[in-house]
C-alpha cells in the first residue's frame, strides 16, 4: 500500500493498479495505530510523496518514524503520479514505480 500526499494521486495509484491512502499533507506525522493497521493488513507500507523539498522532507521524517520505505520521482520526472501518468502515460508510470522500488529494495539488502 502507498501513502501519498492527495486524492489525486490516491486514483492515480488505483488507476496503475495499486492501493494507496493519503494523509492530509506531505508535512504531517502519519498516525501511529494508521501505521500498526496498514502493516497488518499489507505486505508493505510505503510514501509516496512529491519529488519536492516538502516532499522528500515530510517522506524521511514518517520513513524514520515508523521504519517505512519512501520512494520519489527523479528530479528529470514529473512530481507525482498523477502529473507522471499525465505527461507519460500511465505504462510508462507504473513503469517508474517498479523501479523505484527495486532501486529501494537494492539499497536495503
Known amino acids: 500500500v ?3 500526499k492527495s486524492m489525486k494521486d490516491v ?9 494507496a491512502i493519503s494523509e492530509q499533507s ?7 495505530w494508521l ?3 496498514l502493516k497488518v ?9 512529491d519529488n519536492d523539498e516538502a516532499g ?5 521524517r514518517n520513513s524514520k518514524k515508523h521504519s517505512i520505505p519512501y ?4 528530479e ?8 507522471n501518468i499525465r505527461d507519460y502515460g500511465a505504462e510508462a508510470t507504473k513503469q517508474k514505480i517498479i523501479n523505484l522500488l527495486k532501486q529501494k529494495r537494492n539499497e536495503n539488502n
Open 76 to 83: 528529470s520526472s514529473s512530481k507525482d503520479t498523477f502529473d
Open 41 to 49: 493488513a499489507f505486505n508493505e507500507v510505503v510514501l509516496l510523496y
Open 35 to 37: 501505521i500498526k493497521l
Open 2 to 4: 502507498f501513502i501519498t
Open 56 to 60: 522528500i522532507e515530510g517522506a524521511k
Open 26 to 32: 506531505e508535512g504531517s506525522i502519519v498516525r501511529d
Open 11 to 19: 486514483i492515480s495509484l488505483y488507476k496503475l493498479g495499486y492501493t
Open 71 to 74: 520512494i520519489y520521482y527523479e
